[in-house]
């Protein structure tokens, strides 16, 4: 099956840390580019941050830049974000989703989705 | 405040047509960058509805349809079912913005 399936989430004090993973399986992970998603309680989507299929080429939303570094291991079909300092506001629930084969970054949208881990930042 | 602006909410019978709006702005839909749409099921996980603009995955039903003209771009079901209830995002790309990928605020489908 091609699938996405995310760990590591959890409760953590606000100044915290946390690393999320994302391990991949059923397509070729080092071909695509791949997403962080959030969703807060309640609330819509938030697009968080990306890497391209190579790891070459990053990106953040202004809000966690600094503060968390998305890489991937493209050896174990794995992705991670790294979550440092975090925020009451960081708590969400964290989606990978992969990008489609051979596009640039401004056309990317988001063909697979994983089911979530769950990120709660609260003393 | 979310870049791409859509209704909260929208409602329909079964069987009817109704609409879901998203509006943006000359730094993203205007730019010529495409319109994606998702559809996330009560406690489910989002999933692709339509990428660029108009096109539909594979198994997704012909009801949905998309559409774009100027800044803003339009999900439209017809034939509404029940299990169409879910709440429904457009996203797209912004070169202005800190967030790259953004997406609107979501619409909350009610079927009647």
Redesign the interface.
């Known amino acids: 099956d091609v699938q996405l399936l995310e760990s590591g989430g959890g409760l953590v004090q606000p100044g915290g840390s946390l690393r999320l993973s994302c391990a991949a399986s059923g397509f070729t992970f080092s071909s695509y580019a791949i ?1 962080w ?1 959030r969703q807060a309680p309640g609330k ?4 968080v941050s ?1 890497i391209s299929a190579s790891g070459g080429n990053t ?1 953040y ?3 966690v830049k600094g503060r968390f570094t998305i890489s991937r291991d493209n050896s174990k079909n794995t992705l991670y974000l790294q979550m440092n300092s975090l925020r009451a506001e960081d708590t969400a629930l964290y ?1 990978c ?1 992969k990008a ?1 084969m051979s596009r640039g ?7 697979l ?4 881990t769950l990120v709660t930042v609260s003393s | 405040q979310s870049v791409l602006t859509q209704p909260p909410s929208v409602s329909g019978a079964p069987g009817q047509r109704v609409t879901i709006s998203c509006t943006g702005s000359s730094s993203n839909i205007g730019a010529d960058y495409g319109v994606h749409w998702y559809q996330q099921l009560p406690g489910g996980v989002p999933k692709l509805l339509i990428y660029d603009n108009t096109n539909r995955p594979s198994g997704v039903p012909d009801r949905f349809s998309g559409s774009k003209s100027g800044t803003s771009a339009s999900l439209a079901i017809t034939g509404l079912q029940a299990e169409d209830e879910a709440d429904y995002y457009c996203q797209s790309f912004d070169f202005r913005l800190s967030g790259l990928w953004v997406f609107g605020g979501g619409t909350k489908l009610t079927v009647l």
Do not use: H, Q
Request: aromatic residues 32%.
């Open positions: 997403n998603v819509g989507l938030e697009w990306g990106y939303i202004d809000s989606y989703a489609p970054p401004r056309y990317w949208y988001f063909d989705w994983g089911r979530g």
